[in-house]
């Protein structure tokens, strides 16, 4: 029998995408949800099952025997949280997968569910010393608009890793140096967490990767989604997307997080989602290239040709920096392209030049220079929380 | 001449309907061997026999699921091939440069088919023939991929089979600039624009070439507020080094992604009419973890892939079933080895006796499934597993 499914999530739930699907296996809706906070999908059988996509990773089936059209799901109804290890061993690649799982289920744990990611709780129980250099010899620093941010004890031995920030005015910069060349990665300014490392797989490649947490969740989960292209569970989150768009009227607000939700409409071509707040974003935090990008691209699809200059000087003025965003990198080179004038390409060349070697599966804008031709290093860039998988 | 399907150029229908093109370049003559120039030889490049095995592949299983391509002992084991009634196969250009200099290809159907080069000039000539069938009727379907040596700065080039030639001033003159290419394709009026960059990066040649790599767009004249189609799937390959790329003797690891996906791995139930269904969401959704799986399973650390859709979602392929790679297995080697597996779906029940590899790896039906593992010397492990992710792995050990 068909109805209307409402899906609700107790307090103390986390937040996480829940997948509805029909007994047949079709998923009919997907929801964003949150502690306290229910939604509706129509569903063509009580019988349908959910599917809920843990913050570490896992995802949990769950079904109503009875066929409830109002189910609440508790923190009881998960099971207990994953198994981590605090000293894997890295001999295949998917074991650096599976280092980077672990440590993000460690940090969760060890840190009060209301509490910035900082260092206090690690220091009391003993937690290495902070240190400067990955074990391949590649030095990390983190530059914020405030200078450099101080370094913090790991969370699992052989990391770097840096105290939290809280820049809304402009983003940070990761820089790496070492034997596989320099490694730049532009980063939002408010990060709860981030660091980097290095492990050598048994063939003797080291991987170098940096795994970032902004400061919002949700943002970083969209940003996951988009950069994997897994758009139907991006759209998912297509309400939150608005409500982090909304939250841009307030100057206190994370406009990192209000520029993810925009790409995702700018990606799915939502322009009605696309209001005016993409503007407020471009002239309120000048420094953050990606506003500028986002707003040229809204008057892009517009198609108004008496907005050409107004596109050009967004465009241009944004190439004076790096977007923050991978997304926006390739916004910015691709409205440069289309422009098409002899300054536009000089300006997409020379952005180029300055992003250096992308990183294509990157959520920020991550580019290796100098690289040495017979360097062997591999870098990768994420959101913490992205590794899920086997 | 490059056309792979139909015969006659004249018989391409202009109603709805998918056009492929697919360039695979193994032969770079002016980068090694007898004809290299110095300046070429400095990349590094060395000539690829596994984008050969990918442009024979993409273009059999685009065909091989037509209905008069009966013989089937043509068809590469496993591929049912694409099947979408609304967009139909209108066409599918190739152009194909081997090491070995051959230039003939085995259809699914039997049947001997001459090819172009993979030369800029055949690229050229390619993408315009394609390009004009795909502008025929803007419900048409227009599907480019490129097998071959790549390099990626923030844009990503595509280097021809005579890239470097001697008697060309610009060495950059014989390289796809792709990402012009993909916005020029704005001016096509086909709604549905899929691209796929199944791209090598060699180290000695990123490191050479970084400083301002440019190319050729070959679709040219569009402007900024020519509308984008309305939808389009970019499915980028990023694999460092040979050993990333793909066997010497077989397709890619992202083209075997891809048709792994296509043939049902990424596919979910359509709305309405209940068939298994490949879009550009979905497809996108599993190259990432599809990319995971194989590296696992190959152990390779420089593979990884960004999938890129954008618009709505449209549909591609219609397989003739879903499917979930699985992965099962102990974490621990030496229980590993006594291990013997039952895998129940009634009516679906597959057993895996303890001599077999493992993990065991397969394809199972999405749902629900009882999986039992069991032991010499440890309690059977009794499991029950919901099968729809693309990709389902269980690794438990007994206590």
Redesign the interface.
Same mark, same amino acid.
């Given at each position: 029998m068909s109805g209307k499914l409402q899906v609700a999530f107790a307090d103390g739930m986390p937040d996480a995408l829940v997948e509805v699907?029909?007994p047949?296996?079709?998923?009919v809706g997907r929801l964003w949800l949150g502690a306290n906070r229910a939604r509706s999908v129509e569903v063509p059988s009580e019988m349908s099952f959910l599917?809920v996509h843990l913050p570490d990773g896992r995802?949990v089936?769950l079904r109503d025997p009875a066929g409830k059209l109002k189910r609440t799901i508790r923190p009881g109804d998960l099971p207990p949280p994953a198994k981590a290890s605090a000293t894997r061993s890295v001999e295949?690649?998917?074991d650096v997968?599976a280092l980077h799982r672990d440590r993000a289920c460690l940090a969760a744990l060890e840190l009060p569910r209301k509490a910035t990611l900082g260092v206090g709780g690690l220091e009391s129980i003993g937690a290495p010393q902070p240190t400067d250099t990955l074990p391949d010899g590649t030095s990390v620093e983190l530059a914020a608009a405030t200078g450099p941010v101080r370094r913090v004890p790991p969370v699992q031995p052989g990391e770097v890793r840096f105290e939290p920030t809280d820049g809304r005015d402009r983003g940070c910069e990761l820089r790496l140096k070492g034997p596989g060349g320099r490694l730049v990665v532009q980063l939002p300014g408010i990060l709860r967490d981030v660091y980097a490392r290095s492990d050598r797989?048994?063939?003797g490649?080291w991987?170098v990767s940096v795994r970032a947490a902004t400061g919002n969740r949700p943002a970083d989960q969209l940003l996951t989604y988009l950069?994997?292209?897994?758009?139907?569970?991006a759209v998912g989150m297509a309400d939150w997307a608005v409500t982090a768009e909304e939250m841009v009227r307030d100057k206190h607000a994370d406009p990192f997080a209000a520029l993810v939700g925009a790409y995702l409409f700018l990606?799915?071509?939502k322009l009605g989602r696309l209001g005016d707040w993409v503007n407020n974003l471009a002239v309120q935090w000048p420094a953050i290239p990606d506003g500028k990008v986002l707003r040229a691209w809204q008057l892009?699809?517009e &198609?108004?040709?008496d907005r050409?200059a107004e596109?050009r000087g967004l465009l241009h003025a944004a190439a004076a920096g790096l977007p923050i965003f991978r997304e926006g990198?390739?916004l910015l080179?691709?409205?440069l392209?289309?422009? &098409?004038g002899e300054d536009d390409i000089k300006a997409?060349?020379a952005?180029?030049?300055r992003? &250096?070697?992308?990183l294509?599966?990157a959520p920020f804008t991550a580019?290796v220079?100098d690289?040495?031709?017979?360097?062997?290093t591999?870098f990768?860039v994420a959101c913490i929380g992205a590794d899920a998988?086997? | 001449m490059s056309l792979y399907w139909p015969d006659d150029a004249a018989a391409v229908s202009t109603e709805p309907r998918l056009h492929a093109l697919v360039v695979a370049v193994g032969d770079y003559p002016y980068l090694s061997g007898p004809k290299a120039t110095p300046e070429g030889k400095k990349y590094g490049l060395k000539p690829l026999t596994t984008t050969i095995h990918t442009g024979a592949r993409v273009a059999a299983w685009l065909t091989a699921g037509l209905p008069d391509f009966a013989r089937k002992e043509f068809t590469p084991a496993g591929l049912n091939g694409y099947r979408n009634a609304g967009r139909p196969l209108g066409s599918v250009e190739v152009v194909y440069s081997p090491p070995d200099g051959t230039s003939v290809l085995t259809r699914p159907d039997g049947k001997q088919v001459a090819v172009g080069p993979a030369t800029m000039a055949g690229i050229e000539a390619a993408v315009g023939a394609w390009f004009n069938r795909c502008n025929a009727n803007p419900e048409n379907v227009a599907l480019f991929y490129f097998a071959g040596h790549g390099i990626s700065t923030t844009a990503q080039f595509l280097l021809a089979s005579d890239f470097h030639a001697p008697d060309v001033l610009d060495p950059w003159k014989n390289c796809i600039d792709f990402t012009g290419l993909r916005l020029g394709m704005r001016r096509c009026k086909a709604k549905t624009q899929l691209f796929f960059v199944d791209a090598c990066r060699e180290r000695p040649f990123d490191a050479t070439a970084q400083v301002n790599p440019t190319g050729q767009s070959i679709v040219g004249g569009v402007k900024w507020s020519d509308p984008p189609p309305a939808a389009t799937g970019t499915y980028y390959a990023a694999a460092e080094g040979l050993k990333a790329y793909g066997p010497a003797d077989g397709p890619t690891y992202f083209a075997t992604a891809v048709l792994d996906a296509l043939e049902g791995a990424g596919a979910g139930r359509e709305k309405g009419t209940r068939k298994w269904l490949v879009d550009t969401f979905s497809l996108a959704g599993v190259l990432g973890p599809l990319t995971e799986y194989l590296k696992d399973e190959h152990g390779l650390a420089a593979l990884t892939c960004s999938p890129h859709p954008e618009g709505d979602p449209a549909p591609i392929n219609y397989p003739v079933q879903g499917y979930v790679r699985v992965k099962v297995g102990c974490k621990d080697a030496a229980k590993n080895s006594q291990l013997a597996l039952q895998l129940t779906r009634p009516p679906d029940d597959f057993t895996s006796a303890k001599t077999e590899a493992r993990p065991w790896r397969g394809k199972l039906a999405p749902g629900d499934w009882r999986i039992q593992m069991k032991f010499d010397t440890f309690d059977t492990l009794d499991l029950s597993e919901t099968l729809l992710d693309p990709v389902h792995v269980v690794l438990e050990d007994p206590v």
């Open positions: 699907v029909s047949d296996y079709e998923t599917r995802v089936t295949r690649v998917g997968t797989t048994a063939d490649v991987l950069t994997g292209g897994d758009l139907y569970r990606r799915t071509h892009i699809h &198609g108004n040709q050409e596109i990198l390739r080179r691709d409205g392209c289309l422009l &098409g997409a060349d952005l180029s030049d992003a &250096g070697q992308g294509v599966d580019g220079h690289r040495p031709a017979d360097a062997t591999q990768r998988g086997g | -």
